[in-house]
């Protein structure tokens, strides 16, 4: 099972992939999940800005789409233009669909280099669910 510093170092390697003509703030994602396998992904901008992807909701969608089915257990978000570059509102919400009871963390890069970890319940509370009546 690989280290938070080890899935940082993941998430610092594919930010030098992302596609951010635009915005030019690169951002780099890895997801560790309970099988061991992890994945990765970097924003990918679009000239119609509203449809640019976020490095997190990349890496969640390469783990779907290479078959994953184990559980999500921590996702590493980092930007070379930011410190504790946090997931966006959009993207919280999809780590949230896969939460499950699991309290995902969140690892980022604190001011001084070394991983901080957050959880998803608390940096996003009081989340959506379809629960239906
Ligand atoms: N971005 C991410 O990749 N993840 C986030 O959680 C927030 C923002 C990207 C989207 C856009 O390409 C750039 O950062 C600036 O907003």
Redesign the pocket.
């Known amino acids: 099972m690989r280290t938070n510093e080890e899935l940082l170092e993941i998430a610092k390697s594919v930010s030098k992939n992302a596609y951010?003509k635009y915005?030019n703030?690169p951002?780099g994602a890895c997801v560790l999940y309970e099988s061991g396998n992890v994945y990765s992904g970097c924003?990918v901008?679009n000239s119609s800005f509203g449809l640019?992807l976020?490095?997190?909701r990349n890496a969640i969608s390469t783990a779907i789409a290479s078959g994953e089915k184990s559980q999500l257990l921590k996702i590493a978000?980092y930007s070379p233009k930011s410190k504790k570059c946090f997931?966006?509102g959009a993207?919280r919400q999809w780590i949230q669909e896969f939460n499950n009871a699991q309290n995902i963390d969140i690892i980022l890069e604190n001011d001084d280099n070394s991983c901080i970890t957050y959880k998803i319940n608390d940096i996003l509370p009081y989340s959506f669910e379809l629960n239906m009546i």
Request: hydrophobic share 30%; net charge negative; proline share 7%.
């Open positions: 951010c915005s703030f951002v924003n901008e640019s976020c490095a997190e978000v997931p966006c993207c």
